[in-house]
């Protein structure tokens, strides 16, 4: 069964420092590997897109990376903000249909 | 900015009544998604939509559920007979393609049943 498992569950850390979280996956076969941020009550929105080839992506403050041997992935968030507090969602894309599989998330708190 | 747009924002139905969730996907886009969210769980997959037709759908979409692109603009979906378990946050997504194509999210319809 495709699987995305992410961890951990949530985290808090103070504004200005720097936080990683964690995905792994089991989907297969694999076609791209998606990282999202979702605000509470809204839509997700995506901050990287990684296929096979890539090992690592960044979009600003976000930088995902990806190995695609042991089915890992991170999100690294550097010099973080209070709007950075969210819910991360890493989203595998693959299987059979292609369609998306979604990970719990992990919920950030950046405190001032 | 071209966002997805969503109506409406909250519905409160009652059990055994229909639904009709409403989403404007992006213009130029050619491929439309209806995911679910219960509360405090994953999002989940419903349908992909494409070419006036149903390309993805997955086990939760059952007869219950129907998708319609009734314009060219909007993008229906439908819940026949709700059932307590229905009520979730309902997100629509569109793209410009399949694949590794990015998937932009309406705001999303809170589907409330009571």
């Known amino acids: 069964k495709n699987q995305v498992e992410q961890s951990p569950q949530s985290l808090i850390i103070l504004e200005g420092k720097n936080c990683t979280l964690q995905?792994?996956?089991?989907?297969?076969?694999?076609?791209?590997l998606r990282w999202y941020k979702q605000d509470t009550g809204r839509g997700p929105v995506s901050l990287t897109i990684?296929?096979?080839?890539?090992n690592t992506k960044s979009n600003g403050r976000y930088t995902a990376t990806l190995d695609a041997d042991t089915k890992q992935s991170s999100l690294h968030i550097t010099a973080s903000q209070l709007s950075d507090s969210a819910s991360y969602i890493c989203?595998?894309?693959?299987?059979?249909?292609?369609?998306?599989?979604f990970g719990k998330g992990t919920m950030l708190l950046v405190s001032p | 900015e071209p966002e997805v747009t969503q109506t409406p924002s909250h519905q409160v139905t009652q059990m055994g009544q229909e639904v009709i969730l409403r989403c404007v996907p992006i213009?130029?886009?050619?491929?439309f998604y209806w995911y679910r969210q219960i509360l405090g769980q994953k999002v989940e997959f419903l349908v992909s939509?494409?070419?006036?037709?149903?390309?993805?759908k997955s086990e939760i979409f059952d007869d219950q559920f129907s998708v319609e692109r009734p314009d060219g603009s909007n993008f229906t979906l439908k819940i026949r007979s709700t059932k307590l378990e229905d009520s979730a946050m309902y997100f629509c997504?569109?793209?410009?393609?399949?694949?590794?194509?990015?998937?932009?999210f309406g705001p999303g319809t809170r589907l409330t049943v009571t």
């Open positions: 995905c792994n996956y089991t989907v297969s076969p694999f076609s791209n």
């Open positions: 997504a569109s793209s410009l393609d399949s694949g590794q194509y990015e998937q932009y």
């Open positions: 990684m296929t096979f080839s890539e």
């Open positions: 213009s130029n886009h050619l491929y």
């Open positions: 989203v595998v894309s693959g299987g059979l249909r292609s369609t998306l599989t």
């Open positions: 939509f494409y070419n006036n037709e149903i390309s993805e």
